[in-house]
Nanobody, 129 residues
Framework: QVQLVESGGGLVQAGGSLRLSCAASGGTFSRYAMGWFRQAPGKQRELVAAISWSGTNTYYADYADSVKGRCIISRDNAKNTVLLQMNSLKPEDTAVYYC???????????????????WGQGTQVTVSS
């Protein structure tokens, strides 16, 4: 059983930056692919970025209003953390951001919600215009 706790959300002006952090406990963190998702009011939860457990492979979702090109996902297996650095934030980035863990091979990226077995409680990101 893996427990995930997100932090780092908050209120930021458009154009600003935030660094989200997810701390994992209770399992072998280094054997899980990790992902950051977000969910805005009235919308489905969507993938933002994902990283393999080895850290060698990353994926950034590419859709309208995505943060691709404006964020970087990284992980530190020694510290059981995964980070999401987001820059040039826009009001449409406002959402609850969740981290999640998926049991995958060392270089495998998990891109679907159903790939993930464990979820954090989320951290609110609000971007004002």
């Amino acid at each position: 059983q893996v427990q995930l706790v997100e932090s780092g959300g908050g209120l930021v002006q458009a154009g600003g930056s935030l660094r989200l952090s997810c701390a994992a406990s209770g399992g072998t963190f280094s054997r899980y692919a990790m992902g950051w998702f977000r969910q805005a009011p009235g919308k489905q939860r969507e993938l933002v970025a994902a990283i393999s457990w080895s850290g060698t492979n990353t994926y950034y979702a590419d859709y309208a209003d995505s943060v691709k090109g404006r964020c970087i996902i990284s992980r530190d297996n020694a510290k059981n953390t995964v980070l999401l650095q987001m820059n040039s934030l826009k009001p449409e980035d406002t959402a609850v951001y969740y981290c999640a863990a998926a049991p995958k091979g060392p270089s495998t990226i998990a891109t679907k919600t159903y790939d993930y077995d464990y979820w954090g409680q989320g951290t609110q990101v609000t971007v004002s215009s």
